[in-house]
């Protein structure tokens, strides 16, 4: 697991997508505006925890997460609700998706 919390990090480099290995990723507390479309490499990642950030959206290449068992994104300002959970229902394995605290429309 790689733990990056409350590191004041205004993005993740998208050499993260290299971590193929990795099943936790901590990335709480920080500046994140966006995630690296690259962290769809890190295909044995089970927990990715990004609350309380700046995320306003959420890389496509979550779907291909697919050994994804727990998300958590309280405290961000995602809010494109329909295509976020478009993007949650193609990941078959999780078991918790956190999201409180969001902006999230779900019109």
Not at 21 to 47: D, F, I, K
Request: glycine share 8%; aromatic share 4%.
């Amino acid at each position: 697991w790689l733990s990056l919390e409350a590191n004041r990090l205004p993005k993740l480099p998208p050499t993260v997508g290299t971590l193929r290995l990795l099943r936790h990723l901590m990335l709480q507390g920080n500046r994140l505006e966006s995630l690296p479309e690259e962290l769809g490499c890190c295909t044995q990642l089970r927990v990715l925890e990004v609350q309380h950030n700046r995320l306003a959206a959420l890389p496509a290449a979550l779907a291909r997460l697919r050994s994804l068992q727990f998300f958590y994104a309280h405290g961000n300002a995602l809010s494109d609700g329909p295509a976020l959970f478009a993007a949650l229902r193609q990941v078959a394995s999780l078991k918790i998706v956190g999201l409180g605290g969001n902006l999230l429309d779900l019109s």
